[in-house]
């Protein structure tokens, strides 16, 4: 039986709950969708008016706002009414998938009602920098090591102090010779140590001693021939050893003085390092035209670069790389842990399938700019689940004269990822463009037309960045760029000269290495211009580095010539002489055993007995 007063208790509280929920279910969900997008921006996110159809699963707001992060009176994302369905069978498997979005009257960079910066929160452990983020400081460093072009004629033949220079340089060659002064008395004090106990003259004296007081012809009795043969013998097996000896070390000790006696190119070389570390401590700058495009337009591409990897950063947080472990948790002591299963049904916890874009390029309707339309497909949190890459396709409309074609594909399903974007901008508008703060060049841009491509590409770490721009009847505002600086001179006279500008960048990035360049049409006029009007200053700067270099060199080379030719001349004569004594000795002893060779050969002749003749034969067989 059933018990009706429990059962209405039930009913009343379950409607109750259905219908609190149903009064703040609005406010939860634009609530939730808010603080996600906080978290990927790091800058304040509104939804105005979020209504939720429980019933028909349906989702619409009337604006939103995405504060720009890096300008929070600023929105880099504004959008009008939006409305758009979810899939109801994956929000029950808690997964959010829209098939289709439509987002219209998109706009960027419209002003704030007020700042949208978060309260800062307390800084957590720093993790480990991103690919993206070890590029863009990658880049700033490449920045910062681009030469300085500031050039003041008088002020910098007053600081060329030749002395304050050599001071402040550094210079390496004086500790270099001094460790090539070591090597020398090293080597010399190794062959000193040697000469101590190495005394040969007292063999080679008295094997000279021995064979020169034969004399063969004194010789009568075969048996005194033997003998004396022996004794030749024996000394010229001395001889061959000692030979040997002395043979081996000149050849080591005139092998040990050629291998320091390579100081000379060496010097030469240490020289010219120093050289070039004077000129950096002088500050003499280099006019070469391949230094002008990278000084000139290096910082204002970089920083435009690096706007658009934050964005890109951004756009990781709601599109991460690819992972195929799954996160690992630590469970408290004495608590479960979530194990992570694959998802059968193949869908991720975010999705948007395909979303129609609207809007214009102007923050307001008086500058609207261009209209565009597009469509981009496939946004989703775990694009290894889904299995596609992001796509993006924008297009301006309604515009004969002007034409503009964005599109994206960022491929995250695999390890590394791979991210492709390409920009081509036809007649953009240049009226009252503020630049980026440059040390050369105006800050506004009055008027004129360009044409603008860039493309990149994304390869985990490795990156490549090609820029294109072209511009025509371009007129700079000046009334700020007064200068003395002759560099900034030269570039602001030859841009009121130039309407129209070709400017072409590259940025390379692959392993530890980066590769900046940049040229315009302007590298070679300003480098004439500027050699033109600094070239006899320079050249005299540069002549007096040269000859203070000089004069360390040829001392520096004249120290060591006067001790290595010393110590090489005292130390190889010895053995030298030796050598030669040996060889001469050698001779003499061949010479002897020649001779008594041929006094055997004159006794087999003679009237010898059959006994010593036999003899004879036996010492020629066996000694020679």
């Not at 004495?334 to 809007?359: A, C, D, T, Y």
């Not at 960048?505 to 530890?512: F, K, N, Y």
């Amino acid at each position: 039986m059933i018990r009706w007063k429990g059962f209405l208790i039930v009913v009343i509280l379950l409607g109750l709950g259905m219908a609190f929920s149903w009064m703040f279910m609005d406010r939860w969900i634009e609530s939730g969708l808010e603080k996600t997008g906080q978290a990927v921006t790091g800058a304040r996110v509104e939804i105005d008016r979020l209504d939720f159809h429980l019933l028909a699963l349906s989702i619409q707001w009337d604006r939103l706002q995405v504060a720009d992060p890096q300008n929070t009176l600023k929105n880099i994302l504004e959008t009008g009414r939006a409305a758009f369905n979810v899939n109801a069978s994956a929000l029950l498997r808690k997964r959010f998938v829209v098939e289709e979005l439509t987002l219209k009257d998109v706009r960027s960079g419209t002003p704030r009602a007020y700042d949208g910066a978060l309260p800062k929160k307390k800084p957590k452990k720093e993790a480990a920098p991103g690919a993206l983020t070890v590029l863009k400081d990658r880049m700033e460093k490449e920045v910062q090591k681009l030469p300085v072009m500031h050039l003041d004629v008088n002020a910098f033949k007053r600081q060329l102090n030749m002395d304050s220079l050599v001071a402040k340089a550094d210079l390496k060659m004086p500790a270099r010779t001094d460790s090539v002064k070591k090597e020398i008395l090293k080597t010399a004090e190794k062959w000193e140590s040697f000469y101590a106990d190495f005394h040969p003259q007292n063999d080679l004296e008295k094997i000279r001693a021995d064979f020169a007081a034969v004399d063969v012809k004194q010789i009568k009795t075969v048996p005194e021939l033997i003998s004396v043969y022996e004794k030749v013998e024996a000394a010229k097996k001395t001889l061959n050893a000692l030979s040997e000896t002395i043979d081996g070390k000149s050849r080591e000790i005139h092998s040990d003085f050629n291998q320091i006696g390579s100081y000379k190119k060496q010097i030469e070389a240490w020289a010219d390092e120093d050289y070039h570390r004077i000129l950096e401590k002088a500050r003499i700058p280099d006019f070469s035209t391949g230094h002008i495009g990278d000084v000139l337009f290096g910082p204002i591409l970089v920083y435009k670069v690096n706007r658009y990897l934050d964005y890109l950063e951004m756009a990781e947080k709601i599109i991460p790389l690819k992972s195929d472990q799954p996160k690992k948790e630590k469970p408290k002591r004495m608590k479960g842990q979530n194990i992570k299963f694959p998802e059968r049904h193949g869908q991720p916890v975010f999705l948007i399938e395909k979303i129609h874009l609207s809007g214009q390029t102007g923050a307001t309707q008086e500058k609207a700019g261009l209209m565009m339309n597009g469509i981009a497909r496939g946004v989703t949190s775990e694009p290894g689940i889904y299995g596609r890459p992001t796509t993006v396709d924008l297009r301006t409309i309604g515009a004969p004269n002007r034409s503009t074609v964005f599109s994206a594909n960022l491929d995250h399903t695999t390890d590394p990822a791979k991210d492709r974007f390409e920009l081509k901008i036809e007649n953009i508008p240049l009226d009252n463009v503020l630049l980026q703060e440059s040390s050369y060049l105006p800050s506004r841009i009055q008027k004129g037309w360009a044409d603008v491509s860039v493309a990149t590409r994304l390869d985990g770490s490795d990156a490549i960045f090609q820029i294109e721009a072209q511009t025509r009847e371009v007129n700079f505002d000046f009334k700020n760029s007064t200068t003395e600086d002759m560099f900034t001179s030269v570039v602001n006279d030859l841009i009121r000269q130039t309407g129209n500008f070709i400017l072409k960048a590259e940025i390379v990035s692959r392993g530890e290495g980066l590769d900046l360049k940049v040229s315009s049409n302007l590298d070679d006029q300003i480098s004439h211009a500027l050699n033109r009007k600094t070239g006899q200053v320079v050249m005299e700067a540069q002549s007096r580095i040269q000859n203070r270099i000089r004069q360390l060199t040829g001392n520096s080379i004249a120290e060591l010539d006067t001790l290595f030719d010393g110590k090489k001349s005292a130390l190889t004569a010895p053995l030298d002489g030796l050598q030669k004594e040996a060889n001469d000795l050698e001779l003499g002893v061949q010479q002897k055993m020649n001779e008594i060779t041929e006094d055997v050969k004159q006794r087999q002749k003679s009237e010898l007995g059959e006994k010593s003749k036999k003899l004879l034969d036996a010492i020629l067989k066996k000694k020679l």
